[in-house]
């Protein structure tokens, strides 16, 4: 073989690896072509109660939740990834990958354990929200948490809009930022039902009490999405990153592992309780369909199709 021909071989493979990792990578269809990713909203908000887990749902009082459930699609019954430790989980559900995948595998991750399987221009795994951003450069983009964890979860470099605050700060914060602002992507992030789990007991009067107070917020944000015009073409997804048990998380058992995910809004089948739980990653997936990305080869998440009308 003569030289010329060998570079343009080697030239060739290197264009594949960039291709597949680099510059995120599509699938072989090239896009999510499914029932979530003809809804087209102009808005997606993502609001996560940390911790929350299905089997607690019962017992608490979450008229706001109940309400989308009754109008939208949900499950009791989605899976975390394991361990189910927080940053893993929603690295997980941001990036559409598991663990071993993206090197979330600690308590606490601020960064890949080892090397990431694939990575992105930014050189970190690629994400919703970095993928949004390629897609649309001008799109607006909010994160707003009250753990300073979660920051190290997505590509906060991405955001048009980034706040750590206390717990009685983010409503008020993400309900102003919704009016002015009307993002295309916006994650509303509450820590407390874990606290409470960790300090109290998953299921113990003070979580209960928590989860209703966070339904109450719940209930503000859909108003301010009303009244910034945005409620005809939103698509709200309510879930939470794992369970628990007695006063932990992070094993093996379903307590510990199922998460509620409830869909509500534009294109949302009413009263329909998916067949198909998934996990973390198929939430995030779902969000990317809902938002146009197309996934990178990387991302093993399966959009949930079958909450949408076809």
């Not at 909010?142 to 605050?165: E, K």
């Not at 966070?214 to 990153?241: H, I, N, Q, W």
């Amino acid at each position: 073989m003569n030289a010329n021909k060998m570079m343009m071989i080697v030239v060739a493979a290197v264009a594949v690896v960039v291709a597949g990792c680099e510059t995120a990578p599509r699938l072989a269809t090239g896009k999510y072509e499914g029932a979530a990713a003809k809804v087209a909203p102009k808005h997606v908000l993502l609001v996560g109660w940390d911790g929350f887990a299905g089997n607690t749902l019962e017992a608490a009082k979450l008229p706001t939740l109940r309400k989308l459930m009754a109008e939208g699609a949900w499950t009791l019954h989605s899976r975390s990834i394991l361990p189910s430790a927080s940053s893993c989980c929603w690295h997980s559900i941001f990036t559409c990958s598991a663990s071993e995948q993206h090197g979330y595998i600690a308590w606490n991750s601020k960064e890949p354990a080892f090397p990431a399987s694939a990575t992105g221009p930014n050189g970190k795994y690629p994400d919703v929200m970095y993928l949004l951003r390629q897609r649309k450069p001008d799109a607006e983009i909010g994160f707003v948490y009250d753990w300073d964890g979660m920051g190290f979860t997505a590509d906060t470099n991405a955001c048009s809009y980034v706040r750590f605050l206390p717990h009685e700060e983010v409503t008020a914060a993400a309900i102003a930022y919704v009016k002015e602002k009307k993002p295309a992507f916006f994650t509303v992030y509450y820590d407390s039902p874990d606290d409470k789990g960790h300090q109290n007991g998953w299921g113990s009067p003070e979580y209960l009490d928590r989860l209703a107070e966070l339904d109450a917020d719940l209930a503000k944000l859909l108003d301010a999405v009303k009244e910034a015009g945005m409620l005809e073409d939103t698509v709200v997804m309510v879930t939470s990153d794992h369970g628990g048990k007695g006063k932990g998380h992070g094993g093996p058992t379903l307590s510990e592992m199922e998460r509620p995910v409830v869909l509500w809004g534009k294109g949302v089948k009413r009263g329909h309780e998916l067949a198909f739980p998934g996990t973390n990653y198929d939430t995030g997936a779902t969000l990317a369909a809902l938002l146009g990305i197309d996934p990178p080869a990387c991302w093993i998440g399966r959009p949930f199709d079958e909450a949408f009308a076809r």
